[in-house]
């Protein structure tokens, strides 16, 4: 994936749709299985969804899966069968001969084998949210449908459908940063200078914050009983990532133009220029094959990091030392 965000939207998303398996009265409870890998041996069947965090998922021939599977950081060997879909995140999926998947395959972050023989009745999806990148594939069963970029009219398109993405985008921040700028404009500028002052700091809180916020919300919604309250988490790790990322914008809009900021140009046109030209920078870097997103989520670590510091840009960061007070001395 290219984009940080699509990534934490998926993953939450993914366990929204799963948890509600686990916890349904009229069927098994399934498995959970974090940081390990899962094989089902010939023979064996198991009762309900399977999720599997951090490991590989293997279904011997002869093997059944009551329920559907769900992979997020591994690769799925399926030789068996399984009476609902699979959904992989960040691995491949590969469908022996013997396979025989009830429901369909989706593949987030990797591509999907199939040998010939194998049996699949619902539809198959493979990284839908590429699709306004370089291609659009569609699969069906046995039929596939790829638009290549080397044809010019799909070029041509896939190039103007990204360029407008991009342009949505840059603008939906501009006009989110503007509105910051004039009903917060304190915070914005605390968080913003913490940003850019101390950017170790705000970088090594980010990603403390990232990891935890992460593994806090996932754990949390999979309990199922405190689902709720990991929901909570994830949407304010969004909202602070959101916050930081407009608070950086409004920054840099006053550091590229302090006169103007003090004299004509309103706050909600400076911010609004500081963060469009974030936000653009930020799409085009995530264009470059292996080292855009690395770029981007850096830029956000950072932007979350100063938000923590900061407590959402309620104090300064590094505090300010108060002189120590006089001495009284009495007379």
């Known amino acids: 994936m290219r984009k940080f965000w699509s990534v934490i939207l998926l993953t939450a998303a993914m366990l929204m749709f799963a948890a509600p398996a686990f916890a349904s009265d009229d069927q098994p409870p399934g498995q959970v299985i974090?940081?390990?890998?899962?094989?089902?041996?010939?023979?064996?069947?198991?009762?309900?969804?399977?999720?599997?965090?951090?490991?590989?998922?293997?279904?011997?021939?002869?093997?059944?899966?009551?329920?559907?599977?769900?992979?997020?950081?591994?690769?799925?060997?399926?030789?068996?069968?399984?009476?609902?879909?699979?959904?992989?995140?960040?691995?491949?999926?590969?469908?022996?001969?013997?396979?025989?998947?009830?429901?369909?395959?989706?593949?987030?972050?990797?591509?999907?084998?199939?040998?010939?023989?194998?049996q699949v009745r619902g539809e198959q999806v493979v990284n839908p949210t590429d699709w306004p990148g370089w291609y659009w594939e569609w699969r069906a069963g046995p039929w596939a449908w790829r638009a290549p970029i080397s044809e010019p009219g799909n070029l041509l398109m896939g190039i103007i459908w990204q360029v407008g993405?991009?342009?949505?985008?840059?603008?939906?921040?501009?006009?989110?940063?503007?509105?910051?700028?004039?009903?917060?404009?304190?915070?914005?500028?605390?968080?913003?200078?913490?940003?850019?002052?101390?950017?170790?700091?705000?970088?090594g809180m980010g990603l403390l914050t990232f990891a935890v916020g992460i593994l806090l919300g996932v754990g949390l919604i999979i309990t199922l009983c405190l689902s709720p309250i990991g929901i909570a988490v994830i949407i304010a790790l969004a909202l602070?990532?959101?916050?930081?990322?407009?608070?950086?914008?409004?920054?840099?809009?006053?550091?590229?133009?302090?006169?103007?900021?003090?004299?004509?140009?309103?706050?909600?046109?400076?911010?609004?220029?500081?963060?469009?030209?974030?936000?653009?920078?930020?799409?085009?870097?995530?264009?470059?094959?292996?080292?855009?997103?690395?770029?981007?989520?850096?830029?956000r670590c950072v932007a979350v990091g100063a938000v923590v510091l900061t407590r959402f840009g309620t104090v300064e960061y590094p505090v300010p030392v108060l002189p120590p007070p006089a001495a009284i001395h009495n007379t």
């Open 34 to 118: 974090f940081g390990t890998d899962f094989t089902l041996k010939s023979g064996e069947t198991l009762d309900g969804d399977l999720a599997v965090f951090g490991g590989d998922v293997t279904l011997e021939e002869g093997s059944r899966v009551k329920g559907s599977i769900v992979a997020l950081g591994g690769n799925v060997e399926i030789a068996g069968e399984v009476d609902k879909d699979v959904a992989a995140f960040g691995g491949n999926v590969h469908l022996a001969s013997t396979a025989r998947v009830d429901g369909g395959v989706m593949v987030f972050g990797g591509k999907i084998e199939r040998d010939p023989g194998a």
């Open 165 to 203: 993405v991009i342009f949505l985008r840059v603008i939906l921040m501009a006009a989110l940063a503007g509105l910051v700028a004039l009903f917060w404009p304190r915070a914005a500028a605390r968080v913003g200078q913490s940003a850019l002052q101390r950017p170790l700091p705000a970088f």
């Open 240 to 299: 602070a990532a959101l916050f930081g990322w407009l608070a950086l914008g409004v920054h840099i809009g006053e550091r590229l133009m302090p006169t103007l900021t003090a004299r004509a140009v309103a706050p909600f046109w400076t911010a609004a220029l500081g963060a469009g030209l974030l936000t653009l920078i930020s799409e085009l870097l995530g264009l470059i094959p292996c080292a855009g997103w690395a770029i981007d989520f850096l830029l």
